[in-house]
């Protein structure tokens, strides 16, 4: 999940100074919308917030989907932020692509989204504290706990298409949810993406990329260039596992990136970075979710 060395990376990134529209798109939640690119022949699309069970609470989360017809599902984590609006406008633009998007607040079982104040300061003792007593109420078991909740849920939507495969993503420390989602669920999870991924390969036997011989999803990861200096082995010991498990993966380091950097709400944010993230995601989809 994020580390020490996250906060400060995304601390420092802090002094680098915001154009106006970005700036603009931090303050008001609906103009975050206005940082994503549009969808070119995008499908009209109908969101919700919705509430699932499982057996440990009431989930809240966000569905989106086109208005017409059965597609793809799509299950979203978020970072430690949770579940908020750029997130929403993010599963919006994907469902306007063609698939039916959950994204979920992770930290259901202590409170309900927004689970984080607006544009949060890590230099603020206590806020830094909440963040971290959230991350920290996670654990492998409560994620695979959830994903048996979650894709069942979305597979009892009339817009999710039950004959093509699911996808998982995730962001920062959802980035080791898509593996453990994908393990749960080997023949129905066809592909997985994250993005500046937290701890997806550490010295504990309980490692995410241990899962990749159980799994049989392709994969995008897209690494930030931050994360892979203070990891450079990371990537090399993904790709061998993913080439024993016979699986395609894509997975890159990003030039000049920082940990964060494809969530418009970021202060790290990288647009032309993160769109070419995005685009590789949906090659990624169509592919695997044919």
């Known amino acids: 999940m994020c580390d020490q060395d996250d906060f400060d990376t995304m601390n420092h990134a802090r ?130 706990t959830d994903a048996r909740a979650f894709v069942p849920w979305l597979d009892g939507r009339a817009a999710v298409s039950r004959t093509r495969k699911m996808a998982s993503t995730g962001y920062c420390m959802g980035g080791p949810f898509t593996l453990r989602t994908a393990a749960a669920f080997p023949d129905r999870i066809g592909a997985g993406a994250t993005f500046h991924g937290a701890a997806l390969v550490t010295d504990k036997p309980d490692s995410p990329h241990l899962l990749i011989p159980h799994i049989k999803a392709q994969y995008l990861m897209a690494i930030a260039a931050s994360d892979d200096e203070k990891q450079p082995e990371a990537k090399t010991i993904l790709r061998e596992a993913f080439r024993k498990a016979h699986l395609e993966a894509e997975i890159k380091v990003y030039p000049g990136t920082l940990h964060g950097w494809c969530v418009p709400d970021s202060r790290v944010y990288d647009p032309v970075q993160a769109e070419k993230a995005w685009a590789r995601q949906l090659v990624l989809l169509k592919r695997a979710l044919a």
């Open 15 to 144: 002094s680098v100074a915001l154009s106006r529209r970005h700036f603009g798109a931090l303050v008001a939640g609906a103009g975050l919308v206005s940082l994503l690119p549009a969808v070119a022949d995008a499908a009209p699309i109908a969101g919700s917030t919705v509430e699932i069970r499982t057996p440990d609470g009431i989930c809240d989360a966000y569905f989106t989907h086109p208005k017409t017809g059965v597609h793809p599902g799509v299950l979203m984590w978020p970072d430690i932020f949770g579940l908020r609006p750029t997130f929403q406008a993010m599963a919006d633009r994907l469902a306007g692509s063609g698939y039916a998007v959950l994204v979920v607040n992770p930290f259901y079982r202590i409170k309900r989204a927004p689970t984080s104040p607006p544009h949060p300061d890590f230099n603020d003792p206590a806020t830094r504290k909440e963040l971290m007593r959230l991350m920290d109420s996670l654990t492998p078991e409560t994620t695979v």
